[in-house]
């Protein structure tokens, strides 16, 4: 049976709450339907000593301010996920769990959603299924032959797993830098950290509300025809969070070239040097989970989907969020994804 709303928003997460939020307050018609089965989005799958960047009061979504954490200046990730199971409840949001959505298209003048639990059909569909489901892994050489243990960030929770062996984390980004830390200022793990350049800590007392002022200069930039400012990648690619702050003092966190290739029992670099591991963990990033929009067609050649603001170019019912900066400025950040949503959402509002 085909169900009927005005507007159709995939994943469950910060970004859809936050589209919830403003279409609540615009007074369409909608449903969030959500493949997981609890509240939180991707922060109920992080790591064990994950913290935000900044505090509660820097990290909230529209219209409700993150409450402080008790004993913790930057909040846990399970602080993270009972504030969103809290937003959720607080604004009614109409939230069906478990309800994958495999496929969205064309039909006359609306959009089809098709999901495990049903179809809908919805004059727009936002689409806010983030990046956690694609973790992206390099085709290194050798990568099939090393007979240890292979994850990416997505599968790591804590040293714990780790007592006694020797691990390699790959990336120089926060989630390189954190693990790494992580693992290094446990004791009980041997360290190698290997990044496609040297590190780039952003300086110590930057936090989410800077970051966030850095995009939104960038974007306003750009949309203004001026120069790129760089936005945050012009301050750094590690925010140097309170335990990347200790290992990087205590001579801990000291990051080796990229090594060219994975033996069976470690990883070699160009110049002949080895280096023994019984894991390897990938921090290598994200692509956009984007399959079920597939049927539109809408990709470049890049696989981008191009679009204007948050709105698919070749596609005025679809509207994409909190999937980096070419959905808004730090749209995929608490604090960043509350206005490209309050945009989408009165863009939608004016359609027919």
């Known amino acids: 049976m085909t169900q009927h709303t005005d507007v159709v928003v995939v994943g469950g997460g910060q970004a859809g709450l936050a589209a919830g939020y403003h279409l609540r307050r615009q007074g369409l018609d909608f449903v969030i339907l959500d493949a997981g089965a609890a509240p939180g989005g991707s922060w109920q799958h992080m790591w064990d000593s994950l913290h935000l960047f900044s505090p509660a009061g820097y990290s909230s979504l529209p219209g409700r301010l993150m409450p402080a954490q008790a004993g913790e200046t930057y909040p846990d990730a399970g602080h993270v996920v009972d504030y969103l199971t809290d937003y959720e409840k607080r604004y009614d949001l109409p939230v069906q769990r478990g309800a994958h959505v495999h496929a969205v298209h064309r039909d006359a003048d609306r959009l089809l959603a098709e999901t495990d639990a049903g179809t809908w059909r919805a004059k727009a569909v936002i689409s806010a299924t983030g990046t956690w489901t694609r973790p992206f892994l390099p085709a290194v050489p050798g990568r099939g032959l090393f007979t240890g243990r292979q ?62 002022d850095a ?26 969070v309170p335990p990347v702050r200790a290992a990087r003092e205590a001579g ?27 894991a390897i963990v990938w921090c290598t990033g994200f692509r956009s989970a984007l399959s079920h929009l597939a049927p539109l067609n ?55």
């Open 151 to 212: 994850l990416h960030t997505v599968n790591y929770r804590s040293p714990a797993d780790f007592a006694g062996q020797r691990v390699v984390v790959v990336g120089g980004g926060n989630s390189g830098a954190q693990i790494a830390a992580d693992l290094a200022l446990d004791g009980n793990v041997q360290v190698t950290w290997a990044t496609q350049r040297p590190p780039r800590f952003l300086a110590d007392d930057i936090g989410g509300r800077a970051l966030f």
């Open 252 to 278: 801990l966190l000291e990051a080796k070239p990229m090594f060219s290739r994975l033996t069976a029992d470690g990883v070699r670099w160009d110049d002949g040097s080895r280096a023994g591991a019984d």
């Open 215 to 240: 995009a939104t200069a960038r974007r306003r930039a750009l949309d203004a025809g001026r120069t790129d400012t760089g936005g945050v990648a012009s301050l750094g690619d590690i925010v140097a």
């Open 298 to 352: 809408l990709r470049g050649p890049h696989g981008h989907i191009p679009t204007d603001g948050t709105r698919a170019l070749d596609e005025a019912r679809l509207h994409l969020l909190g999937y980096g900066d070419w959905t808004g400025p730090a749209s995929a950040t608490l604090i960043g994804v509350g206005r490209p949503a309050r945009d989408a959402v009165r863009e939608i509002a004016q359609l027919s």
